[in-house]
């Protein structure tokens, strides 16, 4: 069993930065791929970011490429979103989810979630 927790959401100015945690509980952290995803209100669950079991392997959305950065410390049992060059439209509800291994970006993919952090980008 892992449970996720995450934090670092908040209010922030467009072109700002925020960097977001989730933390793990639960033995075999590295051996899990994390994933980042967001809910905007009224949209479907969507895929942000994902990082493999050994921090060897990213995967990263088109719309946050280049400005968005998935990394993990498997000592602090933690992944990290890093977050610049925030639009209006990142706003929404992020997520990190965990599965074995690899990365997949279909949310079905992922066995376990977090309860989420609100990103809100004024413009």
């Known amino acids: 069993q892992v449970q996720l927790v995450e934090s670092g959401g908040g209010l922030v100015q467009a072109g700002g930065s925020l960097r977001l945690s989730c933390t793990a509980s639960?033995?075999?952290?590295?051996?899990?791929?994390m994933g980042w995803f967001r809910q905007a209100p009224g949209k479907e669950r969507e895929f942000v970011a994902a990082?493999?079991?050994?921090?060897?392997?990213?995967d990263a959305a088109d719309s946050v490429k280049g400005r968005f950065t998935i990394s993990r410390d498997n000592a602090k049992n933690t992944v990290y979103l890093q977050m610049t060059s925030l639009k209006a439209e990142d706003t929404a509800v992020y997520y990190c989810a965990a599965r074995l291994y690899y990365i997949r970006r279909g949310a079905p993919e992922y066995e376990y979630w977090g309860q989420g952090t609100q990103v809100t980008v004024s413009s």
């Open positions: 990082i493999n079991w050994n921090g060897g392997s990213t």
């Open positions: 639960g033995r075999f952290f590295d051996s899990y791929a």
